[in-house]
């Protein structure tokens, strides 16, 4: 099993930062990508961030440039900073690990954390 615990979020202003951390335990071989993903009222769940092992990285286009992903691969964390923050990023933020290798059999295995939520509000 793979668990994951999150960390961070809260409320804050229009033009503010929020740092979120999730930290990886368990069955943790062949992580391939961690991510964040989130999820606003009535809407899907929607990819914000991503970063392969490798350090390669991937945001929604409306993050980018705001939001900075990143990984230590020693203590198996990931982590979004988040800054000039707007109403529209207000939403649960879920972290993501995607386990893939000889461990799954080179199938795909997603974990998911248990949800952080971010409110941006004057």
């Known amino acids: 099993q793979v668990q994951l615990v999150e960390s961070g979020g809260g409320s804050v202003q229009p033009g503010g930062s929020l740092s979120l951390s999730c930290a990886v335990s368990g069955s943790i071989s062949n992580i391939n990508s961690m991510g964040w993903y989130r999820q606003a009222p009535g809407k899907q769940r929607e990819s914000v961030a991503t970063i392969t092992r490798g350090g390669t990285r991937n945001y929604k286009d409306s993050v980018k440039g705001r939001f900075t992903i990143s990984r230590d691969n020693a203590k198996n964390t990931v982590y979004l900073q988040m800054n000039s923050l707007n109403a529209e990023d207000t939403a649960v933020y879920y972290c993501?690990?995607?386990?893939?290798?000889?461990?799954?059999?080179?199938?795909?295995?997603?974990?998911w954390g248990q949800g952080t939520q971010v409110t941006v509000s004057s």
């Open positions: 993501n690990v995607v386990r893939l290798g000889p461990t799954t059999g080179w199938n795909r295995r997603d974990y």
